[in-house]
């Protein structure tokens, strides 16, 4: 079995819809810890210390919030900044992360279709993403593709539900260790390829 631990960041969670429905369907799953950051945090002090604790009791780290001006909510920024330490996290003597994997799970209120070359956005999503991608790199780490929910304003209660449900699947399977490497290659998004997740793995 591998430990998933989901950073989790979402400044008004009370407001939720996507997330709210995202975290019910995770919580009490064996081997995934969610870490709340803003609710440990609301000050943006964070515990270095407590989190590069957390970070190396597990195998997956997952940066779970909403896409918010093409990244993520500031405390995952100030995350970043103060728990990946130099010659800890990365540079010559700096392995503490070293064959962990990384991926992101994130809502956005933009289409698919608005995050290409074409669309309003001028980016996809996962070119948004590449300061996630190269930080795993740098740390020695291997980053995933995203779970990625879009146009959140216009899905129904039953279309979240949907979600959520692919997104337990997917914890599931990263923690039972049933989804290798080759599975992820070519694939954009992870929901590209969950919905037969269970049927593939079993
Ligand atoms: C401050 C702020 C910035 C946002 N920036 C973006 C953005 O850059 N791209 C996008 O697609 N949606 C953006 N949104 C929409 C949110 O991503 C969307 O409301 C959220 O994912 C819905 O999830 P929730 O129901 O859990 O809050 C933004 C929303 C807020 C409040």
Redesign the pocket.
Known sequence: MANVLIQFA?PVLS??????TLLNQCSNLTNVTINDLYERYPDLYIDIEREQRLLLKHDIIIFQH?????SSPAIVKQWFDLVLEHNWAYGSKGNALVGKKMMSV?????SREAYSPEGS?RYTVNQFLAPFDQTATLCKMTYLPPFV?HR??RLAQTQLDEYGQQYRTMLLALAGERMELPIFQGKDYMNDFIPTLDGQLN
């Open positions: 979402h407001k939720s819809r996507v997330h709210k909403p896409f918010y001006w093409y994130i809502s956005c209120g933009g956005n929910i959140t304003h």
